[in-house]
């Protein structure tokens, strides 16, 4: 019989896959679109989505007020701000520099909130993992780049993966209290929110075009809607450092789309980072954190 932690381990999995459809979907979006609008509706009709879904179900409906209010909140901010900050850092320091501080530094914050304030030691192999699969992601973001980046750019991608973090750590503590459609619901309501505001200050000319809209809501409904409601549930049984680790399936799946689907040659180096990304995930995988995972 396959455990509930490898299912929750095949969730996340599965929501870092449709996650790494973003990039390529974006490059079917009109050539003027501005990133940070398209952060910010992908958010709101995510939340859509998931609003309907916990609406559909009598149970999850019922669940909203079992919900911790501080704590949905902080989940809420954090994820607004991932994708407001994380925008923000590829348009300074590039999509290479700024995809791979992000999303390769999400594993070490909560890694290190879970050492210093959990009180759980990461043993010597699964540490080994990470460390195996953020190098690779850096390997696979670094591709083709030549520019350093700027310096606050570099600081809004740390600022984004700390985001991520503190989204997973929030969210993995109300798993018990809720259903994880009611808590994905509730915290990108919040999300949403915080970021729609964002329109206002951007041009928006480039919805326009028709197409434009079946990206977006591609974007908000399959790879936000969707993949949250995957990852919320496979918050359930690992633990928030684990699944911010599996998340790292993500730039793999960018990276191999780009290369069959839009055209972008694999170079030696991109073919190791995803080798490397992969053994990585293996090792953290078979290797629970015993307090956490079942």
Not at 5 to 12: I, L, M, T, W
């Amino acid at each position: 019989m396959i455990s509930t932690r490898f299912v929750s381990v095949g969730a996340v999995l599965l929501a870092a896959c449709l996650w790494g459809t973003t990039g390529t979907v974006q490059t079917l979006l009109p050539g003027d679109r501005e990133p940070v609008a398209v952060g910010a509706l992908r958010l709101a009709f995510g939340a859509l989505f998931l609003l309907g879904l916990a609406v559909a179900n009598r149970e999850s409906r019922k669940a909203f007020h079992l919900l911790p209010p501080a704590e949905v909140v902080i989940a809420g901010i954090a994820i607004g701000g991932y994708n407001l900050l994380f925008f923000y850092a590829v348009s300074l320091s590039g999509v290479g520099i700024g995809t791979a501080l992000t999303i390769g530094s999400a594993p070490l914050w909560a890694t290190l909130w879970e050492i210093f304030v959990g009180r759980k030691l990461p043993g010597k192999m699964r540490t080994a993992g990470q460390c195996v699969s953020i190098i690779g992601v850096g390997m696979l973001g670094l591709v083709g780049t030549t520019a350093e980046g700027s310096v606050f750019g570099i600081i809004l991608a740390l600022g984004a993966g700390a985001c991520y973090a503190c989204y997973s750590l929030a969210t993995s503590r109300m798993t018990q209290r809720a259903p994880t459609t009611t808590i994905a619901a509730a915290t990108f309501s919040i999300a949403a929110v915080i970021t729609l505001p964002a329109l206002l200050f951007v041009p928006l000319g480039w919805l326009a075009d028709p197409s434009a809209w079946v990206g977006v809501v591609f974007l908000g409904f399959v790879a936000t809607g969707l993949a949250y409601a995957f990852y919320t549930w496979g918050l359930m049984h690992i633990a928030a450092s684990t699944a911010v680790t599996l998340a790292l399936a993500e730039p793999v799946t960018a990276w191999l789309l780009a290369t069959f689907f839009v055209g972008e040659t694999a170079t030696m180096q991109s073919v190791i980072g995803a080798v490397l990304v992969l053994l990585g995930l293996i090792i953290v995988t078979c290797i629970p954190v015993a307090s956490r995972e079942t």
